[in-house]
């Protein structure tokens, strides 16, 4: 009985699968998106407004990276690989009220379910997108 | 924690709408817009008092006036006052999201510092302010 009861445990750490990999930072996609949205941009000479976008989306992808990479050191030191070219979309002013749009909800959307210290952050973020909404109005 | 950081957001709804009630003299050409703001920050101050009864405190009174950074005697420096107070506002509204884990207070001080970074946004478009957009509004270098 004895025997059982401590052969128990471990048995349960022998069959325990390998600890799954955290999931990814949802930080991580908000800075993918301010990054392409940035490189859709600069692709976007003829629109005005779209020069001040680029530069406020970069400003938002490194704060953004910045804290993702605090959080969780990266393991190479490579920097997040850039955004290809984007193809210039038949409606570029069209193409980039979405992209902010979606950028705003995103940001949004998981602000209330971030620790605090980072929803002042990402708040900033979904606000700052708002207020380059307008630039385009 | 998170009482002290709406109260300080509540005074800035007050200040904002004395702010909007004082330039209106001078922004006869954006009537509806000075008066879409009072309303915006109006039932935002209602909104905050009664979230701050619920949780048994009791509402910071308005002061009798507020101070804009600088004096206000033409179109040009009514716009400056507004943008001043409107970001104001975002920093009050981000610090509350620094300071509750609440998901309908987020929520709600979310919607503040958006609209409010929307206004200031406008308001600088208005005054001709290059660049008109806010990169991170509600942080003092933003």
């Known amino acids: 009985m004895l025997l059982a009861v401590a052969a128990a445990p471990l048995a349960v750490a022998c069959t325990t699968e390998p600890p799954t990999p955290p999931p990814p930072d949802p930080l991580s996609a908000l800075a993918a998106q301010a990054r392409a949205d940035a490189a859709l941009a600069k692709t976007l000479t003829t629109v005005p407004g779209a020069a001040e976008i680029a530069t406020a989306r970069e400003t938002h992808a490194k704060l953004l990276q910045a804290e993702v990479d605090r959080e969780r050191p990266p393991l190479s030191s490579t920097a997040p690989p850039a955004p290809t070219t984007p193809p210039t979309p038949p409606d570029p002013l069209a193409a980039l009220k979405t992209a902010l749009d979606e950028s705003v909800r995103d940001a949004s959307a998981i602000v209330a379910t971030l620790p605090s210290y980072r929803a002042g952050l990402v708040g900033s973020v979904a606000a700052g997108c708002a207020s380059l909404r307008e630039v385009l109005v | ?142």
């Open chain 2, 1 to 142: 924690m998170s009482v002290d950081s709406v109260q300080t957001a509540l005074g800035t709804e007050h200040a904002a709408l004395w702010t909007y009630g004082m330039v209106s003299a001078f922004l006869g050409n954006q009537a509806a817009a000075v008066a879409e703001g009072a309303n915006a920050h109006r039932a935002r101050r209602d909104t905050t008092e009664r979230w701050l009864r619920d949780k048994g405190a009791t509402p910071n009174p308005p002061a009798a006036a507020y101070l804009p950074p600088a004096p206000v005697s033409d179109g040009p420096s009514a716009l400056a006052a507004l943008v001043a107070v409107e970001q104001d506002t975002c920093a009050a509204w981000r610090g509350v999201l620094e300071r509750t884990d609440e998901s309908a207070l987020r929520t709600s001080a979310l919607d503040a510092l958006t609209a409010a970074a929307v206004r200031a946004t406008r308001w600088r478009k208005a005054a001709g302010t290059n660049p008109a957009s806010i990169t991170m509004p509600g942080v003092a270098s933003g």
